[in-house]
T-cell receptor, first 115, second 112 residues
Framework: EADIYQTPRYLVIGTGKKITLECSQTMGHDKMYWYQQDPGMELHLIHYSYGVNSTEKGDLSSESTVSRIRTEHFPLTLESARPSHTSQYLC??????????????FGSGTRLTVV | GNSVTQMEGPVTLSEEAFLTINCTYTATGYPSLFWYVQYPGEGLQLLLKATKADDKGSNKGFEATYRKETTSFHLEKGSVQVSDSAVYFCALSDRGYQKVTFGTGTKLQVIP
């Protein structure tokens, strides 16, 4: 079962609306990530956080913003949605350990459609 | 920088066929290697991993061996099922910042 939760699973919204995609994890992971997945399946990192009050932009430029006020919560906000924002958004988390990385845990995703 | 190259899909196989999805990587040092699977409408799930050279990761009948000499981590399964239809992502992570680099994904369709 998933220990990282994304809501809503599906969202259809009109152009110009402000939206927040929620992501929460119960594993105590310090690192969290947001990916945008295009219809061709490729994953693009848009934001990441290495801890509370730490946020960075990812490899793909995005008009969205994020915040990390609590370890378990990493919401993504679009101030003014546009049709070009239509996509699947995936949240992930990982834990910092010495030695090999054991990978990410992903949420189920939010499929956003802007009309 | 790090990169992952995996074979393009879609790959279409009949049930019980043998599966290979090729994956090669470029990275400095000794990265950890992963295969993730994404079923329709879902997020990614970790399928298997290997953290050092010659390690074999395995899960649900899938296997992949960390080959440092050929910088490869090919995914194999001896007999695929319709339920294996999904998108498979090869990925790596270095030991420093531990950020994961993903391949572009390979869609597998298994037909009865």
């Amino acid at each position: 079962e998933a220990d990282i939760y994304q809501t809503p699973r599906y969202l259809v919204i009109g152009t110009g609306k402000k939206i927040t995609l929620e992501c929460s994890q119960t594993m105590g992971h310090d690192k969290m990530y947001w990916y945008q997945q295009d219809p061709g399946m490729e994953l693009h990192l848009i934001h990441y956080s290495y801890g509370v009050n730490s946020t960075e932009k990812g490899d793909l430029s995005s008009e969205s913003t994020v915040s990390r006020i609590r370890t378990e919560h990493f919401p993504l906000t679009l101030e003014s949605a546009r049709p070009s924002h239509t996509s699947q958004y995936l949240c992930a988390s990982s834990v910092t350990i010495d030695g090999p990385n054991y990978g990410y845990t992903f949420g189920s995703g939010t499929r956003l459609t802007v009309v | 920088g790090n990169s992952v190259t995996q074979m393009e899909g879609p790959v279409t196989l009949s049930e019980e066929a043998f599966l290979t999805i090729n994956c090669t990587y470029t990275a400095t040092g000794y990265p950890s290697l992963f295969w993730y699977v994404q079923y329709p409408g879902e997020g990614l799930q970790l399928l298997l991993k290997a953290t050092k050279a010659d390690d074999k990761g395995s899960n649900k009948g899938f296997e992949a061996t960390y080959r440092k000499e050929t910088t490869s981590f090919h995914l194999e399964k001896g007999s695929v099922q319709v339920s294996d239809s999904a998108v498979y992502f090869c990925a790596l992570s270095d030991r420093g910042y531990q950020k994961v680099t993903f391949g572009t994904g390979t869609k597998l369709q298994v037909i009865p």
